[in-house]
């Protein structure tokens, strides 16, 4: 199973805080770790990032956990950002970043304005600008450019007007249609911005802390998709050349970083070393044998189960934590299969939970779920059309809802997965045998480079796919919307992050629109449990398992520390290797 799942942010703060300080994941003393001793300036770091390569550097289409964390942590900067503490208070609040305070808002949150500090300048020198961080925002709206990042947060709230097709008036910087609204929602004055919204947005720095899609970004600099593994650094760190997809890059010390602006990053190695292409046996091989340049090394890959005896050959080097992400799997809307609602509903039953958990290593890597939103997320209830079946699936049911179903029979379906290791590869055939059993005839897609760019374009040849999510802010409005809104995900060019290409219609758009206008907290909860249910009542997706984090990282690591006000990882802000 890929390792590369979508964001988190704040959410389930307290729950991860706690299993952290059980498992020794960390601290709150930004130079003290779970081992290695204080961090120190100097050394060379390496970073583990294996055979699920990065697919976006661009920070407007950036969408996933690992590279939103690393990325924000050693070469991006926003408004605000995340402190280095496990700390569930104060490592989910916001703190300024570049900007000089958390932003000002005197309507409740129907707009917000920020002001750049001074002294903060891109890798080049130049002087990081107001217009900057308006042309970042800007970029959002290129729907046919600007591809797979989190764009619906701003197509909801940001007061520009829709069209016919749902999506916003404006469509980008590059083409400039509309541009004139968009200037109207977003202005500089001086080196103060101003972002106007539809409705109040109370919680828009934590959006931001959590995401990299309202980055300042150089409109002079700007080629649009040829951007994707571009760097234009404005933190600690720069790219030394270029990024090689499948390689990785090297990064090291950015001159015009002034650690005086910054209050997050300690920035203690001299380099960041990359490296994509190994298997998960491969480096934890070498992170157990802990010699070489692996004593220098943290990852975010998972021990493979079949390593996960040898664990305590690590000692404290060992970190387990509790995710906040959800797996799912979802039928594609547009299959000529899935399009009937007997077909959906036999996948459903025929869904092996039991075995895909077992098939990935048991209780040690994952529990079952029973909804898309994760427990921690305030208001989840589990999702009534899963919760009564059983972890191993119902072949009996499964089968007399597939003869039900119109597609020629044996009903032929090709699953689409995140594979290149061997354990996703024994997972995504656990969920073929219970498929199969029912009826259904499988075909095993494994995807072992690029994944979600795949999988988001509409007219991608998969019945069944892979998805991973976690709430990039403790609230379902940040799962269920991103996810199945079709007005503010479903393009010509994208699917955005509706793999499955939903399409709930009036009904749910309404109950979405509810969900978002209730101002009281606990009864926005109750709305978005309702659009849950209505959506496993569709069989929009299918929930699989909460994972579990397992990591090992390098003897000579120091400073060690898991950041759990992003998504658990380790927190490259604070850690250091020996000289």
Avoid at 153 to 165: C, K, Q, R, S
Avoid at 492 to 502: E, L, P
Avoid at 511 to 523: G, H, K, L, T
């Amino acid at each position: 199973m890929a390792f590369t799942k979508k964001p988190l942010a704040a959410v389930a703060a307290t729950a991860l805080a706690a299993t952290l300080a059980a498992c020794g994941g960390g601290s709150g003393d930004d130079d003290k770790g779970s081992s290695g001793g204080p961090a120190e300036k100097g050394g060379d770091a390496i970073f583990l990032v294996g055979v699920r390569n990065v697919e976006h550097w661009d920070p407007q289409r950036m969408y996933i956990g690992r590279d939103l964390n690393n990325s924000g942590r050693l070469f991006y900067r926003s408004w605000v950002a995340f402190p280095a503490s496990n700390d569930p208070t104060e490592g989910t609040t916001p703190v300024p970043d570049l900007a000089t305070d958390t932003g000002t808002t005197t309507d409740g949150g129907l707009s917000w304005s920020f002001t750049v500090r001074d002294g903060v300048k891109w890798e080049d020198g130049k002087d990081i600008t107001c217009e900057d961080f308006k042309y970042g925002a800007s970029r959002n709206f290129a729907t046919d450019v600007i591809i797979g990042g989190p764009a619906n947060y701003l197509f909801t709230y940001l007061d520009v007007p829709t069209g016919a097709d749902d999506l916003p008036e404006y469509k980008g910087p590059y083409s400039k249609v509309g541009q004139d609204l968009f200037d109207k929602a977003v202005t500089c004055e001086g080196q103060t911005i101003t972002y106007r919204f539809k409705k109040p947005w109370p919680d828009f720095p934590q959006s931001m802390a959590s995401l990299r899609y309202m980055d300042p970004y150089r409109e002079d600099l700007d080629k649009g998709d040829a951007n994707n593994y571009v760097i234009i650094s404005n933190g600690p760190y720069k790219l030394d050349g270029d990024w090689k997809k499948g390689t990785g890059g090297k990064f090291v010390r950015n001159e015009n970083w002034d650690s005086s602006t910054d209050e997050i990053r300690k920035a203690y190695p001299d380099t960041w070393d990359f490296r994509e292409g190994d298997t998960d046996e491969a480096i934890y091989e070498q992170l157990l044998a802990d010699s070489g340049d692996a004593q220098y090394a943290v990852t975010e890959r998972r021990l493979p189960p079949a390593l996960f005896s040898r664990k305590d050959e690590a000692g404290d080097r060992y970190t387990k934590v509790e995710s906040p992400y959800v797996d799912y799997v979802l039928p594609n809307f547009n299959s000529e299969v899935f399009k009937d609602a007997n077909c959906r509903e036999a996948l459903k039953l025929a869904t092996d939970r039991a075995a895909w958990i077992k098939a990935g290593g048991g209780e040690n890597y994952f529990k079952a779920a029973d909804s898309i939103i994760n427990p921690a997320v305030p208001g989840y209830q589990p999702n009534p059309s899963f919760a009564d079946i059983p972890a191993e699936g119902d072949t009996d049911a499964a089968a007399a809802a597939l003869e039900q179903c119109s597609a020629p029979k044996p009903v032929k379906i090709k699953f689409t997965y995140s594979g290149g290791t061997p354990t996703s590869d024994k997972q995504a055939s656990a969920l073929k045998a219970g498929w199969d059993k029912a009826g259904f005839e499988t075909e095993l897609d494994p995807l072992e480079d690029t994944y979600y760019s795949v999988i988001q374009k509409p007219d991608a040849d998969f019945d069944v796919t892979w998805g991973g999510w976690g709430a990039d802010w403790p609230s379902a409005g940040t799962v269920i919307p991103p996810l199945f809104d079709s007005r503010i995900n479903l393009t010509g060019d994208s699917n955005g992050n509706d793999y499955g290409n939903y399409k709930g219609g009036p009904e749910v758009n309404q109950m979405i629109d509810d969900a978002y206008a209730e101002p009281d907290v606990d009864a926005a909860a109750d709305k978005w449990t309702a659009v849950d249910a209505k959506l496993g009542e569709d069989v929009a997706y299918i929930p699989l398992e909460i994972t579990l984090f397992n990591f090992l990282h390098g003897g000579k690591v120091t400073g060690y520390a898991n950041n759990i006000s992003v998504n658990g990882y380790a927190d490259l802000a604070v850690v250091g290797v020996e000289k």
